[in-house]
Protein backbone atom coordinates (compact mmCIF):
# COMPACT_ATOMS: atom_id res chain seq x y z
CA UNK A 1 0.00 0.00 0.00
CA UNK A 2 1.51 3.12 -0.59
CA UNK A 3 1.20 6.45 1.16
CA UNK A 4 0.95 8.92 -1.33
CA UNK A 5 4.17 8.28 -3.30
CA UNK A 6 6.09 8.59 -0.49
CA UNK A 7 5.95 5.91 1.95
CA UNK A 8 4.85 2.51 1.79
CA UNK A 9 3.13 -0.11 3.95
CA UNK A 10 4.22 -4.23 3.28
CA UNK A 11 1.38 -5.62 4.03
CA UNK A 12 3.26 -8.83 3.92
CA UNK A 13 5.69 -7.51 6.96
CA UNK A 14 2.75 -5.54 8.71
CA UNK A 15 1.21 -6.90 12.17
CA UNK A 16 -1.06 -4.50 12.13
CA UNK A 17 -0.48 -2.98 15.48
CA UNK A 18 -1.27 0.30 15.02
CA UNK A 19 2.10 1.92 16.08
CA UNK A 20 2.00 4.11 12.99
CA UNK A 21 -1.49 5.05 13.33
CA UNK A 22 -0.68 6.48 16.51
CA UNK A 23 2.74 8.49 15.88
CA UNK A 24 0.89 10.16 12.62
CA UNK A 25 0.95 14.14 12.71
CA UNK A 26 -1.40 14.50 10.15
CA UNK A 27 -3.86 11.91 11.29
CA UNK A 28 -3.45 9.94 7.43
CA UNK A 29 -3.82 6.57 9.04
CA UNK A 30 -6.44 4.25 10.30
CA UNK A 31 -6.26 0.50 11.39
CA UNK A 32 -9.50 -1.17 10.13
CA UNK A 33 -9.78 -4.84 10.74
CA UNK A 34 -6.46 -6.07 9.87
CA UNK A 35 -5.44 -3.80 7.73
CA UNK A 36 -4.01 -0.17 7.42
CA UNK A 37 -6.06 2.22 5.38
CA UNK A 38 -3.83 5.42 4.29
CA UNK A 39 -5.83 8.58 3.25
CA UNK A 40 -4.09 11.21 1.26
CA UNK A 41 -1.83 14.03 3.02
CA UNK A 42 1.29 12.31 3.55
CA UNK A 43 4.00 15.02 4.53
CA UNK A 44 6.86 11.92 4.79
CA UNK A 45 7.94 12.79 8.06
CA UNK A 46 8.42 9.18 8.46
CA UNK A 47 7.55 9.12 11.95
CA UNK A 48 5.39 5.65 11.17
CA UNK A 49 8.58 4.32 9.42
CA UNK A 50 10.42 4.86 12.53
CA UNK A 51 8.27 3.63 14.89
CA UNK A 52 6.98 0.43 13.20
CA UNK A 53 8.60 -2.73 15.29
CA UNK A 54 8.46 -4.96 11.93
CA UNK A 55 10.27 -2.50 9.52
CA UNK A 56 6.89 -2.35 7.29
CA UNK A 57 6.84 0.93 5.86
CA UNK A 58 10.03 1.93 3.97
CA UNK A 59 10.18 5.80 1.82
CA UNK A 60 8.70 5.35 -1.98
CA UNK A 61 10.45 6.46 -4.82
CA UNK A 62 9.26 10.16 -5.75
Known amino acids: MEL ?13 CGA ?3 VCPHNILELSEMEI ?4 G ?6 CMVVCPLGA ?3 GEK
Open 20 to 22: CVS
Open 42 to 47: CEECAF
Open 4 to 16: GVKMIISTEECGY
Open 37 to 40: IAHE
Open 57 to 59: IKR
